[in-house]
């Protein structure tokens, strides 16, 4: 959602979180993308998800007071955009929960208190410079979009789901770390990250950690962590901070309990600490 290249020179993140940039809003509003609701400002457009074809209301910026009644900013929103059937709503991870905005997307930024080295049985990772492995990453970044989408109850189909990941492999910041067999070389897993992405919100430029996946058994733990620590490592070298997500399934996933708000707390115990959350909403 929020990889597209901003205009001007990219910030630093901020420690406390991805606030909103002046600049953003003051661009919204040349644009007529702001609207006021009792006196307070949001940001609002339709966006058309490109995996599942659904057509949202996204709304990248509310007032906080506004999202202390999310009810009332949602039938604003739905109002405006008469065509969407649904809205995704961003909001600080300080902003209490409310049951009219299911969680969608958790943005984390890995930060830990001290870098830690790859694990002493951890599988031999490397960067794909020479593509060697496009024909399996791209598999693994269909399957990792299926899996979100079905986790959501909505319907991606392969032929999607395909082509939303060859425009991440057509990206020309996506660069990918790989996971081989210890023996034979066979890759049993990838990370891909974009390194230019950037935050229109806030104003800043970040390495996105779009995908982890592990298709080999066994040493998933310490295969997962040398994956980050050379994804943190090449972040550094760009002087840029890196960014990971975690999708939530819909409230009734036959899982029980949200099982992703389980992976943002083991995230968080890793190091990792939420920026920004994505929230969902129907149309009544």
């Not at 994956?227 to 409230?251: D, I, K, M």
Request: glycine share 8%; proline share 11%.
């Amino acid at each position: 959602m929020n990889a597209a290249p901003g205009t001007g020179a990219p910030a630093s993140a901020p420690e406390s979180g991805f606030d909103v940039d002046p600049a953003y809003l003051h661009a919204a509003r040349e644009a007529g993308l702001a609207h006021t609701l009792d006196g307070r400002t949001y940001v609002a457009d339709a966006y058309l998800e490109p995996v599942t074809g659904e057509q949202q209301c996204l709304v990248e910026y509310a007032h906080p007071a506004l999202l202390a009644d999310p009810p009332r900013l949602l039938a604003a929103v739905f109002s405006l955009r008469p065509a969407c059937t649904s809205a995704v709503v961003r909001t600080m991870p300080d902003t209490p929960s409310h049951p009219a905005l299911g969680p969608l997307t958790t943005y984390l930024r890995y930060a830990p208190a001290a870098e830690l080295p790859p694990a002493a049985d951890a599988p031999p990772v490397g960067w794909d410079d020479g593509r060697l492995h496009d024909a399996s990453v791209a598999d693994w970044l269909a399957r990792a979009l299926t899996t979100a989408a079905r986790d959501r109850g909505q319907d991606a189909g392969p032929a999607a789901a395909r082509d939303a990941a060859a425009r991440l492999m057509a990206d020309p910041s996506r660069r990918s770390c790989i996971v081989r067999h210890p023996h034979t070389g066979v890759p049993l897993g990838h990370a891909t990250v974009l390194t230019d992405a950037y935050d229109d919100v806030s104003g800043t430029a970040f390495v996105e950690l779009v995908d982890i996946l592990l298709d080999g058994p066994g040493r998933t733990r310490a295969a997962t962590g040398t994956l980050v620590h050379a994804c943190a490592g090449l972040a550094a070298e760009l002087g840029l901070p890196l960014l990971g997500n975690v999708s939530h399934p819909r409230p009734d996933h036959p899982g029980g309990p949200d099982p992703a708000a389980r992976v943002v707390a083991a995230l968080q115990a890793g190091g990792w600490r939420p920026t920004h959350l994505y929230r969902y909403a129907e149309r009544p």
